[in-house]
């Protein structure tokens, strides 16, 4: 990646995307902006765009992970409170349950940003553990959020986000990774100074902190890996880790940029980090 788009990037991430999860409380972004006041190029710019990302609510799972979610959606409507977009990459439910989804939907539509257009992707847990087909996993996620397909391109003000959505637990088509490749190619052919902002459930391997320990291994996942590498200019954002944000490694350049959602039920770390999965009472609601 040039120094020059690095840079460039650097200063749109900052300035416009407000929040990437729960783990970005008032604090850390006042601590972002002041980092940035000596910067003259960011301070006085209203932002281009301003949109959440987050994931892995996980609803159905522990008690008390509805009122996180309810609380996570208070702040960041206190935090950004004119929203463009608000994405969330997957594990609405620990199950996949319909009163999971209802649970869910009750939460994200008492909060969400009427003008914010919604981007909703399907994670693991949507799959895994409903006794369902994918089929009939995939119809009830169009059921219950209103999104239309499992992996879709949207251009708002502008910037083309590409949401990609598992079409089983722990699988992205070939089809599918190939969809993405021409969406990135067609992106890059409308403006190649943009950036193109991608969203999925797991992270690409040894890129954020946690991906080194939870990722796909197969030949799309593969092959995804070579279709990004090509676009210096995509902004990546995932989450499944459940790793806490406040890592630094949870933000990636090398061929790319790539960004660790979080998670906004419990959250895990590598042995020996702390231990495992982290006791939520003392520690998840202090992130929140
Ligand atoms: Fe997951």
Redesign the pocket.
Known sequence: MSNIFQKKLMKLLVATILVFSLGMTASTWNTQAEDNSGDSNTTSEEPNLVFPVIS?TQLGRAEGDPERFDNAMNQLNQLAPNQDAFVFI??LTSHGYEEEYDTWSSIFNKHVQPQAEQLIGI???EYNYNGLTPKKSQQRFFDKTGMESLYYQKNIKGYDFIMMGEERGYFYSKEQVQWLGDQLKQSEQRDPNKPIFVFL?HGIKNTTYGTEDWYIENDNQRLLRETLKKYPQVVLVA??THYPVSDPKSIYQKDYTAVNSGSISYIWTEKGYLQGEVPRQRLVTDFL
């Open positions: 892995d997957g594990d994670g693991n847990h459930h989450g499944h």
